[in-house]
């Protein structure tokens, strides 16, 4: 079993950042991709950014630019920096860990989810 536990979101302005943060725990060793989701209310889940067990790193065009995914395995910890945050950033996001090496932007291929930190973005 694998556990997360997300922190960091908040209520920011627009054109403001935050920095999500995800903990990690259990049998690690078994979940070699992590990634980040969101949910915005109303909507279904989607994809923001997937970072591989090699150190590769994939964002969702909606963020590349602006979102800066990374892990800290000494830590055990997966961050997303968020910059630039706009109305459209709101919502829930959330960290996954997936037993495949190459699950993509899928959500049905992630296998254990954090309960989500909620991040709104005022105009």
């Known amino acids: 079993q694998v556990q997360l536990i997300e922190s960091g979101g908040g209520l920011v302005q627009a054109g403001g950042s935050l920095n999500l943060t995800c903990r990690v725990s259990?049998?690690?060793?078994?979940?070699?991709?992590m990634a980040w989701f969101r949910q915005a209310p109303g909507k279904d889940r989607e994809f923001v950014a997937v970072?591989?067990?090699?150190?590769?790193?994939h964002y969702a065009d909606t963020v590349k630019g602006r979102f800066t995914a990374s892990k800290d395995n000494a830590d055990d910890s997966v961050y997303l920096q968020m910059n630039n945050l706009g109305p459209d950033d709101t919502g829930d996001y959330y960290c996954?860990?997936?037993?495949?090496?190459?699950?993509?932007?899928?959500?049905?291929?992630?296998?254990?989810w954090g309960q989500g930190t909620q991040v709104t973005i005022s105009s």
């Open positions: 996954a860990a997936s037993r495949q090496y190459n699950p993509g932007e899928s959500a049905a291929n992630y296998d254990y």
């Open positions: 259990g049998h690690t060793i078994s979940t070699p991709t």
């Open positions: 970072l591989s067990w090699m150190g590769f790193i």
